[in-house]
């Protein structure tokens, strides 16, 4: 085993504090065995998802409901405790109990990530790209306040609530170092030789290490690894989304990075953010599988006795299971009537049911497709081990 170092150095400042600055992107890496089979792994099981999206035969619908699943999972690191089902039902047009807050910080999340790929077709990931997506995420939500879309000018910290800088469990570079490394990881964004797979994972790392936002870095983190994924050509669209897959292993997830910056333990991170990708890719292809399949058995049933009406606020099902008949009227640009006997029709085939007993302003939902995109994620492979 090779003599470990930190990753970058601690500048004791004025103020007695002392704060870690990163070293540049790429470190020097140790290919052991168990690194290459967590790459060849990863790289399996993102061919299989690539390839369970593309025989997709709306894949753009069903990209919806996992980016929103994403944004739920992501904001739930953060605190936050809306449901995909809450998010889904109020965009639907149902009331929900959950608080307006916590919706509004999840739907930004979606709003960011949606603008992002959608800017890809014009802009690198890049500083520019970071400060709009952050920009988006937290405009109008707690912690709007600090400064949206720009990089900090002061000095913050991580660490338990009521921390202070002495106290903190990391102290990130100040400003004017951290606009050095900020600098050097745009750098490494645009050239690197590396699989994409632990570039991504790198490039995640070092980004939460410089932490440049005074709120949102996990966020806006969490985010990047997804739009890389894309930009990188690793994925043709969105469909792998790793916040699950940390969320989950929360402890884990902030002990591997903590490794990197105090041990320079960058290949216990790679492997860990592989297996991140390897469980999740298997995760969303099960997802989307099973999801077609309802979607397919629903389809051979209603062509037998079903409008054309019906048959297409099907396939409406995938990119959200919550629908009322004023909804599918304006979708399918349909007669409020014709709507309704739409709905009526997938109720009486069972793909759909309302979610009360009220008459007036019903909403319905496909429950099984609802059950599919809230389960829990599957971290544990057939015949495998739990996550160290």
Known sequence: MPTRHPSGRLVRQREGYSAFIPDPLPPTLNWTAALVGALSEADRAIGRLAGEGSRLPNPHLLIRPFIRREAVLSSRIEGTQATLGELLAAEAGAAVKRSPADLREVANYVAALEFGVGRLASLPTSLRLVRELHGRLMEGVRGGQATPGEFRRSQNWIGPPGCTLASASFVPPPPHEMIRALNAWERFLHDCALPPLVHVALAHSQFEAIHPFLDGNGRVGRLLITLLLVERGVLPAPLLYLSAFFE???????????GVTRDGAW???IEYFL???AR???DASSRAARINELLANWRGQAAKRASASSIALLDLLAENPFWTVNGV???LSVAYTTAQ???GALVKLGALAPTSAARRDRVFVARAILDILEEPARLVPEGGSEVA
Request: no cysteine.
């Open 248 to 258: 989950a292993t929360r402890r884990t997830y902030y002990d591997r990075l903590l």
């Open 267 to 269: 290949e216990e991170w």
């Open 275 to 277: 297996t991140g990708v």
């Open 280 to 282: 999740q890719a298997e």
């Open 329 to 331: 009227a304006r979708r």
């Open 341 to 343: 006997r739409a709905v």
